[in-house]
Nanobody, 122 residues
Framework: QVQLEESGGGLVQAVGSLRLSCVAS????????IGWFRQAPGKEREFVAGIRWSGGSTYYGDSVKGRFTISRDNAKNTVTLVMNSLKPEDAAVYYC???????????????WGQGTQVTVSS
């Protein structure tokens, strides 16, 4: 069983920055990829960025390319998402999730954290 814990959410002004962290209880064959998703009220869950524990390959959603950076520290079982140049449309609950492979569909991820709220003021 994989447990995921997000932290780092909060209130930030537009154009500001925020750092989110996801700590996994364990890394397994079924959780080789960690993805960040976000969901705002009335909207479907959206893929933000993903990374593989083994090798560190990354992938970003089109809406955050050039602004967000994902990284991992395997020794600490931690994935970090650095969000720069934040916009009001980035406001959402952000979740980290684990999957056997790096994909972009939320339904393909087996394990989920509780989420952390990100609010961006104009």
């Amino acid at each position: 069983q994989v447990q995921l814990e997000e932290s780092g959410g909060g209130l930030v002004q537009a154009v500001g920055s925020l750092r989110l962290s996801c700590v996994a209880s364990v890394r397994t064959f079924s959780s080789n990829a960690i993805g960040w998703f976000r969901q705002a009220p009335g909207k479907e869950r959206e893929f933000v960025a993903g990374i593989r524990w083994s090798g560190g390959s990354t992938y970003y959603g089109d809406s955050v390319k050039g602004r967000f950076t994902i990284s991992r520290d395997n020794a600490k079982n931690t994935v970090t998402l650095v969000m720069n140049s934040l916009k009001p449309e980035d406001a959402a609950v952000y979740y980290c999730a684990a999957s056997p492979v790096l994909v972009t569909r939320a339904r393909d991820y087996q394990y989920w954290g509780q989420g952390t709220q990100v609010t961006v003021s104009s």
